[in-house]
């Protein structure tokens, strides 16, 4: 697995999380990166994108609450998650694109449960 993601878990109604998502090789450069996730029966949505020059794209569910950045010296996206919601509750799930490419890398997905 190329991109390794760590920092899911449980978390209260109102908490805060932080998720982070990095590709060890250093000779990579990626153009954009990001994370989606997927809820317990619902299909996979986008939650957060950043391009390598730092142009931040949100869902409209997470706008004001989640925060993504990136460490381009560390090929490292981070997702900041604060005011967490029940809803929050999914499988959360790093990429990232290449340049010159049209198929992502994906991480291997880590779970966020959020209790209300």
């Known amino acids: 697995v190329q991109l390794q993601a760590s920092g899911g878990g449980l978390a209260q109604a109102g908490g805060s999380l932080r998720l982070s998502c990095a590709d060890s090789r250093s000779s990579v450069r990626y153009n954009r990166m990001g994370w989606y996730r997927q809820a317990p029966g619902k299909e996979r949505e986008l939650v957060a994108t950043i391009s390598e020059g730092g142009n931040m794209m949100y869902a409209d569910s997470v706008k004001g609450r989640f925060t993504i950045s990136r460490d381009n010296a560390k090929n490292t996206v981070y997702l900041q998650m604060n005011s967490l919601k029940p809803e929050d509750t999914a499988v959360y799930y790093c990429?990232?694109?290449?340049?010159?490419?049209?198929?992502?890398?994906w991480g291997q997905g880590t779970l966020v449960t959020v209790s209300s």
């Open positions: 990429y990232a694109l290449r340049w010159g490419r049209s198929t992502p890398s």
